[in-house]
């Protein structure tokens, strides 16, 4: 289903712009579907959890110790790159 921005109601384009982390122009379409999760047993989410956990671990083993002032300013940044409004709540 496909909604054109102008044909929005308030509370409606508020919904989609919270969601998108940003204003929506008024000659834009916005498109909405709603995706049902594939059913996951629970050995295989016990599994996918231990591949997590193994690649975390490799990637915490090549990891640089870093400053948490310099956790945050990569973290800031990367919010930056995905939501050019973004601003840190220090």
């Known amino acids: 289903m496909i909604h054109r921005a102008k044909d929005l109601s308030p509370d409606q384009r508020a919904a989609i712009e919270s969601l998108l982390g940003r204003r929506m122009l008024e000659d834009e379409a916005i498109s909405i579907r709603a995706i049902e999760s594939p ?3 629970v050995e295989r989410k016990q599994e996918l959890l231990e591949q997590l956990k193994r690649y975390f ?10 400053s948490p002032q310099e956790a945050e ?3 800031n940044e990367a919010m930056k ?5 973004y601003r840190s709540h220090q």
């Open 57 to 66: 671990d490799e990637v915490d083993a090549h990891r640089q110790a870093g």
């Open 73 to 75: 300013e990569i973290i």
């Open 39 to 41: 059913p996951l047993s």
């Open 81 to 85: 790159s995905v939501r050019p409004g």
